[in-house]
């Protein structure tokens, strides 16, 4: 029976009768407001991204490629430090890691409390990791759980061949850049390699060129790219330590990105991907290319479960129905990925320059 019918049944036979009932209504009503504010608290507010109860943790991304010096770099920080404000001040305490194999240890990094976290710190060239060995990751701070990893290097990947590439004139909608140049260059391959499914693989693209705009000539940096056409779903995502500069009127950098492949997912038995890179566009760093280079590299499969999740986080993270998204890797004790990597690479060179 409702409120309101309960109400109407219990109408007034005398005054004494009529004083309880009315307390009685009013006891339910009490009743019934505090059942719904009960209700409405379980919910947990689309606003609240971490449970209350996580400790805080070390976090760190260390991606090393043992086939080129470019990709050797880790960070350290932690978990809670941009999230909260009474934290964004808070420092790593008595920090330092080691790299190890089981001959012993490799690499030593130590800091003070002053150091509030660590970042794109480059691990030394003369650091040799041999493929098929493991290696061992340990980092600790005086508060915080001490975080480790164990890790081998994945196969190398296939050779990749280029099969062909044209250059376009292109006019595009609007400009991308702060001018108003509409008017800019393409220029698109198309490469393949044999598939292994067992493997998993990042794309990554590097220009040699130069640029009147921004005053550079000849210099090597990463560019950016994308996948028109081929047999090989994936998706984009940031690897850490990588940098692309752009030129939107001043040089912005931003980190580099990567196409990531499952080769599962790979079609048939050979990979073909169609790669497009527009320049002379007042935003890529490049008016002109000497040459691209065009990396395949193999990584660990928790590598890219780690990038596929963050690729998530990014699409969904402005949709409060979609589901929640944990970022996992590798590391024991706290958040984060360390991984070895091999790679190869097919240079691509114009003469005379496109």
């Avoid at 507010?45 to 991606?63: H, Q």
């Avoid at 779903?233 to 040089?251: E, M, N, Q, R, W």
């Amino acid at each position: 029976m409702g409120i309101y019918a309960l109400k109407n049944h219990i109408k007034k036979p005398n005054s004494g009768f009529n004083n309880k009932g009315s307390c009685f209504i009013k006891i339910i009503y009490f009743i019934t407001a505090i059942f719904s504010l009960v209700l409405v608290f379980q919910c947990e507010s689309v606003e609240v991204f971490y449970r209350p109860d996580l400790s805080e943790k070390l976090c760190s991304i260390g991606i090393v490629d043992l086939d080129d010096t470019t990709l050797r770099h880790i960070s350290f920080e932690k978990s809670f430090q941009s999230e909260y404000e009474d934290e964004v001040n808070d420092s790593l305490r008595d920090f330092s890691f080691s790299i190890s194999s089981s001959d012993g240890e490799l690499f030593r990094y130590q800091c003070d409390s002053t150091v509030k976290n660590i970042k794109d710190l480059r691990i030394p060239d003369n650091i040799i990791f041999n493929p098929g060995e493991k290696y061992f990751l340990n980092a600790k701070e005086r508060d915080m759980e001490e975080i480790s990893a164990d890790v081998t290097a994945t196969s190398p990947p296939p050779e990749p061949r280029l099969v062909s590439f044209e250059v376009l004139n292109t006019t595009l909608i609007e400009p991308v850049g702060c001018t108003d140049v509409t008017n800019v260059r393409t220029v698109r391959f198309k490469i393949s390699f044999e598939k292994n499914e067992n493997l998993y693989y990042a794309i990554l693209l590097k220009g040699w060129g130069g640029s009147l705009s921004s005053s550079y000539l000849g210099w090597p940096g990463f560019i950016d790219f994308a996948v028109v056409d081929g047999n090989a779903p994936g998706f984009f995502s940031a690897v850490k330590g990588l940098t692309t500069y752009h030129y939107p009127c001043s040089i912005k950098r931003d980190l580099a990105l990567a196409y990531f492949i499952q080769g599962d997912n790979i079609t048939g038995t050979e990979c073909f991907s169609t790669l497009s890179v527009q320049y002379s566009d007042d935003l890529s760093m490049f008016d002109s290319f000497k040459a691209i280079g065009i990396k395949v590299i193999s990584i660990p499969r928790e590598l890219y479960l780690f990038e596929k999740n963050i690729y998530t986080y990014l699409k969904t993270s402005s949709d409060p129905f979609a589901e929640p998204v944990y970022i996992n890797g590798n590391i024991k004790g706290g958040n984060g990925i360390f991984a070895l990597c091999r790679s190869r690479e097919l240079k691509i060179t114009f003469s005379p320059w496109i």
